[in-house]
């Protein structure tokens, strides 16, 4: 099962930042969050991910708590082509560690 | 840099019959991944291959999906015979190496199969 909690779908005005939180409250020291996204007919596409401290990159910034229990995936400046499923996904470096999915959040850019 | 290769893109196909699908992961990655989504579901991890070893092989339905990977480079999955619940996209994906922190995995567009 998926370790980890994100609603099921979100609005997100163009041009505004998206906001999508997840939650991950048995999380363990040495697990990883990443995010994918899904666009519609395509393949995930790793957005992100981070341990502790906040990650930026071209796509996206990653906020996570101190207690490492909850994050947030910021989109700076949504566009219509943000549109897509993202998936907050918790793992460990380990080799046999696998990505599980869960059903992650529908984002729906308004025009 | 090419991406991940599939074919075919969609396949129709009646209960009980075969199918195989064909992935070619981008070149140099050692690991390649097979995964099952259902409409509405997040993807499922079939198998896990590193080189032409599986490393995870665990939620494969044994009895009718197989998977090959000969040369260490592409691969086949096949149902054989195929369910209706068999229903979804399949989708092949590779990354560089099995672990480790930063370890991005590239997918392919996938395989829609309906099975009637």
């Known amino acids: 099962d998926a370790k980890t909690t994100q609603p099921p779908s979100m609005d997100c005005a163009e041009g505004r930042a998206a906001n999508l939180p997840c939650n991950h409250s048995?999380?363990?020291?040495?697990?990883?969050v990443y995010w994918y996204r899904q666009i519609h007919s395509q393949g995930p596409q790793y957005i992100i991910h981070g341990l502790k401290n906040n990650e930026t990159n071209e796509m996206a910034s990653l906020i996570i708590t101190e207690d490492r229990k909850s994050s947030t995936l910021i989109l700076p400046h949504a566009t219509l082509r943000d549109t897509a499923v993202y998936y907050c996904i918790v793992r460990s470096a380990n080799r046999d560690d696998k990505i599980i999915f869960g059903k992650g959040t529908r984002l729906h850019i308004l025009p | 840099e090419a991406g991940v290769a599939q074919s075919p893109r969609y396949k129709i196909i009646e209960k009980r019959q075969s199918v195989a699908f064909w992935c070619n992961p981008i070149s140099g990655h050692a690991t390649l991944y097979w995964y099952q989504q259902i409409l509405g579901q997040g993807p499922k991890l079939l198998i896990q291959?590193?080189?032409?070893?599986?490393?995870?092989d665990s939620q494969l339905p044994k009895d009718r999906f197989s998977a090959e990977r000969l040369k260490g480079v592409d691969s086949t999955l096949k149902i054989q015979p195929a369910k209706l619940e068999d229903s979804a996209v399949y989708l092949c994906a590779s990354s560089l190496r099995t672990g480790g922190s930063y370890n991005e995995q590239f997918f392919g567009p996938g395989t829609r199969l309906t099975v009637l």
């Open positions: 291959f590193q080189n032409n070893g599986v490393v995870d």
């Open positions: 048995t999380i363990s020291g040495n697990e990883y």
